[in-house]
Every structure is written in structure tokens, then in C-alpha cells.
């Protein structure tokens, strides 16, 4: 079940997946720190699932 926004690249998809994240929802379970230290993630894909995330009000562990 993977459940990311259009503008996600594969290897972001690829990073979330091998942490354990799944969709948006999962985000608020870590920091934007933890997110951006994955391997494969990259600035337009934060960009991305921020936008996501603000969109559906959700926020990251400790913000």
C-alpha cells in the first residue's frame, strides 16, 4: 500500500518505504530531520510532501 502524491520520484518512494512510511498519515511520526537524512530523499520531494501534509493538516513529529 503506497499512498504518496504525484510528484514523489521513485527513490524517495523507495527511501520512505524502506523506513516504514506508507503514506502522508505516517509522516507525523518523524522529524523533518529524519526525513531528509534518508537516503534518496531530496529537496523537491520534501517540497512535495510538505505540501501534501499541509494540505491534509498534518505536521511533523515535534513541530
Known amino acids: ?26 509522516l507525523s511520526k518523524i522529524e523533518e530531520k529524519e526525513l531528509m537524512a534518508l537516503h534518496g530523499m531530496g529537496k523537491r520531494t520534501l517540497d512535495v510532501l510538505k505540501e501534501a501534509m499541509e494540505e491534509q493538516g498534518i505536521q511533523f513529529k515535534n513541530s
Open 1 to 26: 500500500m503506497n499512498e504518496w502524491p504525484k510528484g514523489v520520484a521513485k527513490p524517495g518512494i523507495r527511501a520512505l518505504n524502506s523506513a516504514g512510511l506508507y503514506s502522508i498519515d505516517d
